[in-house]
């Protein structure tokens, strides 16, 4: 099994900045697709950005222009750099991990293999 472990989150004021990591233990890390997820209460889990192993990346519309996926393959780490926190992106972001290359990055939580714990961000108004 792979483990993923989110650090990062935590309190910020609206306006500000936080940057999540996710670390992975597989050795094969380079190759996979990485996506991060985000899910308020009472919502769905969402996709906010995904970089493949390729280097193909997506953006959600409501992140794009404030948020950067980024991985650095020697680490075993992907990053989400995310600056001009709003409110509504307040929630449990989690890291997930897709064995398989596919043309884009996936969407859907289900085309995912692995996952993290997740890790709190919460922006105040």
């Known amino acids: 099994q792979v483990q993923l472990v989110e650090s990062g989150g935590g309190l910020v004021q609206a306006g500000g900045s936080l940057r999540l990591s996710c670390a992975a233990s597989e050795r094969t890390f380079s190759s996979y697709t990485m996506g991060w997820f985000r899910q308020a209460p009472g919502k769905e889990r969402e996709l906010v950005a995904a970089?493949?192993?390729?280097?193909?990346?997506y953006y959600a519309d409501f992140v794009k222009g404030r948020f950067t996926i980024s991985r650095d393959n020697a680490k075993n780490t992907v990053y989400l750099q995310m600056n001009s926190l709003k409110p509504e992106d307040t929630a449990v972001y989690y890291c997930a991990a897709r064995r398989i290359e596919a043309p884009r990055p996936p969407s859907d939580r289900a085309d995912y293999d692995y996952w993290g714990q997740g890790t709190q961000v919460t922006v105040s108004s």
């Open positions: 970089i493949s192993g390729g280097g193909s990346i």
